[in-house]
């Protein structure tokens, strides 16, 4: 079983960057697949990015893709986020999600079996 728990938000203007770290505990974190899903008011859970169990492979939204990038340290346990260019309409709650299949991603929640609190990214125009 993995717990994950989400830091890093924060209140930024549109155009500076955030970094979202998620730490997670549990000694197969390293098989896990990681992705990021963000929430906004009155709207579903959408993704963001997710990262292979070996860091080898990532996969973007098309909204974040050139702004964004995942990454991930399996020696500490953690998986990030840094988010540069933040845009008002980035602002949402930021979850880390880990995926016991560790070769592949999911794009849906579905996919993924543990899930952090969250952390707030708030972004004004």
């Known amino acids: 079983q993995v717990q994950l728990v989400e830091s890093g938000g924060g209140l930024v203007q549109a155009g500076g960057s955030l970094r979202l770290s998620c730490a997670a505990s549990?000694?197969?974190?390293?098989?896990?697949?990681m992705g990021w899903f963000r929430q906004a008011p009155g709207k579903e859970r959408e993704f963001v990015a997710a990262?292979?169990?070996?860091?080898?492979?990532?996969y973007y939204a098309d909204s974040v893709k050139g702004r964004f990038t995942i990454s991930r340290d399996n020696a500490k346990n953690t998986v990030s986020l840094q988010m540069n260019s933040l845009k008002p309409e980035d602002m949402a709650v930021y979850y880390c999600?880990?995926?016991?299949?560790?070769?592949?991603?999911?794009?849906?929640?579905?996919?993924?079996?543990?899930w952090g609190q969250g952390t707030q990214v708030t972004v004004s125009s």
């Open positions: 999600a880990a995926r016991r299949y560790g070769g592949s991603w999911s794009l849906k929640p579905q996919g993924y079996d543990y």
């Open positions: 549990g000694r197969a974190f390293s098989f896990y697949a």
């Open positions: 990262i292979t169990w070996s860091g080898g492979s990532t």
